[in-house]
């Protein structure tokens, strides 16, 4: 091992000394593109490559928290100790990021969500032109959330059944959905059918987007500060789940049949979300590009709760991700110097 402990740690109070003004990665202006801003790397001591000379490494980040610090913990590790440099660029996630995996621009992603993975996609691996790194180690859940006071005074809301009467919906009804209730959705470019269940179940709902997680996030304090209802897309593992005390609504059981509408966009989506054993790819040109970064990005795990112990730090209290990522690092050279071996 190329370097000591103590060296991430200090690696880490430097970025806590000027987290805040790293800038963060704009994304693309649309869903084609996958021309965003990469973030400055952090700077380190000099170091050898491992193998071959250093090589420039593009690792993507998608719009959300965990996906984020996925990128930094392994930024910080291939830069102290392989060598290379890594720029971090965000894509959301679509095909625009599977087409720069497979010419080569963008060298990993480290948390995909298979349910979000349509039959377009797939066919990348297919391919052979994009490569599964097999499992990130953390399990995800999308889903529809209401904070628990909604269930605590009507507990018919609990499965989706709930949701078909008039009375849910003059509930959750807002100025701009009129006499539907208003279903929360977030950033538009995630995988989502909220729409199709809607339709497919019959519901008096329509959904808005909010934006962006902040924004949902936003929108989520607000009610729960008043104490009004709010049904919305979202997922776990994320701090807001504990902090809003979000219990995750019954929508009719996922299947295969449902899963393969999903995958193939035709519309027929009316069940729930799938639970996501979340998975890591990469270009298969990196494990020319550079092997050594090939094979720890194969063997590098962040479990749910390495996830939920990092969250609460960069979504309720605001600290750089960066400087999350390097406060975990710190503490955990048992567990990253074995991706090394």
């Known amino acids: 091992m190329k370097r000591k402990l103590a060296v991430i740690a200090a690696m880490a109070l430097a970025v806590a000394a000027c987290g805040g003004d790293e800038e963060t990665p704009a994304a693309g202006g649309d869903d084609t593109a996958a021309d965003a801003t990469a973030a400055a790397p952090a700077e380190t001591a000099e170091a050898p490559a491992a193998s071959g000379d250093p090589q420039t490494i593009t690792l993507v980040v998608n719009p959300w928290s965990a996906s984020r610090l996925n990128a ?11 060598g290379h440099t890594v720029e971090i660029t965000e894509v959301n996630e679509n095909d625009a990021m599977f087409t720069g995996l497979a010419d080569g621009t963008l ?15 797939t066919a990348f691996f297919d391919a052979g032109t994009v490569d599964n790194l097999g499992p990130l180690g953390a399990v995800g859940k999308i889903g529809w959330w209401v904070p628990s006071y909604v269930i605590d005074e009507y507990p018919e809301l609990a499965t989706w059944e709930g949701f078909s009467s008039p009375e849910a919906a003059e509930l959750f009804a807002t100025a701009e959905t009129g006499d539907l209730g208003r279903f929360l959705g977030t950033d538009p470019s995630y995988a989502q059918y909220d729409e199709q269940i809607i339709t497919n179940l019959g519901l008096p709902f329509q959904v808005q987007f909010s934006g962006s997680e902040p924004a949902t996030v936003g929108e989520l304090d607000a009610r729960v500060a008043a104490g009004e209802p709010i049904v919305m897309y979202w997922w776990t593992p994320t701090a807001a789940v504990a902090k809003y005390d979000l219990v995750n609504v019954a929508l009719p059981a996922y299947n295969d049949e449902c899963g393969a509408s999903a995958a193939a966009g035709d519309g027929g989506v009316d069940c729930d979300y799938p ?4 998975f890591k790819a990469a270009s298969a040109g990196l494990a020319e590009k550079a092997p050594d970064v090939y094979a720890l990005l194969q063997k590098f795990t962040i479990t749910t709760e390495d996830q939920l112990s990092m969250l609460p730090p960069m979504e309720i209290d605001g600290e750089d991700p960066a400087k999350v990522a390097a406060d975990w690092v710190a503490a955990n050279e048992s567990v990253w110097s074995a991706w090394l071996t």
């Open 107 to 121: 060298d990993a992603v480290l948390e995909i969500w298979p349910s979000g993975v349509t039959d377009a996609e």
């Open 275 to 278: 639970e996501d054993v979340l």
């Open 72 to 82: 930094e913990v392994a930024k910080l590790i291939i830069e102290s100790e392989l």
